[in-house]
């Protein structure tokens, strides 16, 4: 099992910046890839980032592309989301994921292991 805990959202200002943590424990972290996908009211869950085990390896939504950056740190066994240049239409609730291997998907299946979310509300 894992366990994923994110923090980090809040309310900020069109253009503004945040940075979401998602700090894992259970199963080893440091082998497991990870993602980042979100929530809107009335919306799918949908990808936005995914970090293979290494951080050698990123991909991303091609609405964040540019703003958002994914990283992770295997010694505090968390991951980031770096989110910048934001705009209201990245207000949703943002979730973090793990997978059962090292690689790295956007597909929301592939993952059997999610954190409760963050708010991030983008204010114009």
């Known amino acids: 099992q894992v366990q994923l805990v994110e923090s980090g959202g809040g309310l900020v200002q069109v253009g503004g910046s945040l940075r979401l943590s998602c700090a894992a424990s259970?199963?080893?972290?440091?082998?497991?890839?990870m993602g980042w996908f979100r929530q809107a009211p009335g919306k799918e869950r949908e990808f936005v980032a995914t970090i293979n085990w290494s951080g050698s390896s990123t991909y991303y939504a091609d609405s964040v592309k540019g703003r958002f950056t994914i990283s992770r740190d295997n010694a505090k066994n968390t991951v980031y989301l770096q989110m910048n240049s934001l705009k209201p239409e990245d207000t949703a609730v943002y979730y973090c994921?793990?997978?059962?291997?090292?690689?790295?998907?956007?597909?929301?299946?592939?993952?059997?292991?999610w954190g409760q979310g963050t708010q991030v509300t983008v204010s114009s």
């Open positions: 259970g199963r080893t972290f440091s082998s497991s890839g």
């Open positions: 994921a793990a997978l059962p291997h090292g690689g790295w998907t956007p597909r929301p299946g592939d993952y059997p292991y």
